[in-house]
């Protein structure tokens, strides 16, 4: 199962959604796969922040679907995160994990979970967030999606993904300051709040 | 810490427009954490370390509403790889309230590293911060960290020491 074509069918399925998105080349693969939701996505490089950034979204945005596309070492970086989704349950959070089983961004060193020993998708029922899957092919992920996207629980799905990055894709050019802007500019217009507002004097 | 202590802090916060608060307990704030959570104006996240709750901060920030992070100075240690990628990196807040661990009179040994690595590590990573030791200081001191973390995008931090929390 290839990550940009599992990308796609994601992202057909979005619209008003706001995304907070892992490191690396799913960056660049998701910046194609959905171009409708480019300016609705937090591009970062925060190994460990992805899901917490993405539960204080949803936390601050409790009428707003979340979803955070997190990876294998992001999440292993901080398991500690799924007890407190297991804990505070929030009803708008989709969490999708791609697991590659590498550090693929670094030249593809392996993660912990390509021993086989290590399953995200238990450790997560195991500290309470009950609708953890893993997925193996295109239709059972697009399946999780759909399910995900509805659920009024916490549901995370673990992607088994090749370690491979779909070629010949168009890169992102703006840094991570770039992209805040962009992303709370979107947020302001589309909830009408104020976030980033003028200073007492210009 | 003193009833009249939590309540300056709680105003602080309200003050400053906070609803979200994430902490990891500990000792010296222990009768504020309680009091966060009775109140019906702030949602508290528990968290299983300060870098998480860092992060989370962040993600309340990109929401329009306004988080604290509260913790024992030693969490800053825990935090210092989320909060240097969000506030260098991109520009994202977290205003952190932490009590001052190893300050003059501490009389723990294992409180003595939180002491020597507190303020080095917030001028590493240019956060500004002050040091309150005066109760009626607190609530104005909330306050300040508000202004200028959301007029600098950057992090602020206030420590509490001194009578307020012994």
Same mark, same amino acid.
């Given at each position: 199962m290839k990550r940009f074509e599992c990308m796609t069918k994601l992202a057909a399925r979005l619209s008003d959604e706001l995304v907070v998105l892992s490191l690396g080349a799913s960056v660049d693969e998701w910046y194609n796969a959905a171009p409708h939701m480019r300016s609705a996505s937090l591009f970062q490089q925060q190994l460990g922040c992805v899901t917490p950034q993405a539960f204080g979204l949803a936390a601050g945005l409790p009428e707003r679907q979340i979803i955070s596309l997190d990876t294998d070492g992001g999440l292993l970086f901080n398991l500690g995160i799924l007890a407190t989704l297991g804990n505070e349950k929030p009803k708008n959070l989709f969490v999708v994990v791609w697991d590659?089983?590498?550090?693929?961004?670094?030249g593809g060193p392996k993660t912990h979970t390509a021993s086989g020993t290590v399953d995200l998708a238990a450790i997560a029922r195991g500290a309470g967030v009950t609708h953890a899957y893993t997925a193996r092919t295109l239709d059972e992920f697009d399946a999780h999606c759909e399910a995900g996207l509805a659920s009024d629980d916490p549901y995370i799905v673990v992607a088994k993904v090749a370690g491979t990055v779909q070629p010949e894709i168009k890169r992102k050019h703006s840094d991570g300051r770039e992209d805040k802007y962009i992303f709370v500019r979107h947020v302001e217009a589309t909830e009408?709040?104020?976030?980033?507002g003028p200073s007492e004097h210009n | 810490m003193q009833q009249s202590a939590v309540d300056a802090v709680i105003r602080g916060l309200k003050r400053a427009g906070v609803s979200i608060v994430c902490y990891l307990p500990d000792s010296l704030f222990k009768e504020l954490y309680p009091a966060l959570d009775a109140d019906p104006d702030i949602r508290t996240i528990q968290v299983t370390n300060e870098g998480e709750g860092a992060a989370i901060c962040g993600g309340v920030f990109l929401s329009g509403k306004r988080a604290a992070l509260v913790m024992e100075n030693s969490g800053l240690r825990a935090s210092v790889e989320p909060l240097a990628r969000m506030g260098l990196g991109a520009g994202i807040p977290v205003v952190m309230l932490m009590s001052y661990r /190893?300050?003059? /009179? !501490?009389?723990?040994?294992?409180a003595v590293p939180h002491g020597v690595t507190m303020e080095p590590v917030l001028q590493a990573l240019r956060i500004p911060y002050v040091v309150e030791? !005066? !109760? !009626?200081r607190i609530e104005q001191a909330i306050f300040d960290a508000y202004e200028l973390a959301y007029s600098s995008y950057y992090h602020t931090a206030v420590a509490l020491s001194g009578s307020i929390v012994r």
């Open positions: 590659n089983e590498m550090y693929q961004s670094i009408g709040i104020t976030i980033m | /190893g300050d003059m /009179g !501490e009389n723990n040994w294992w030791r !005066e !109760e !009626e």
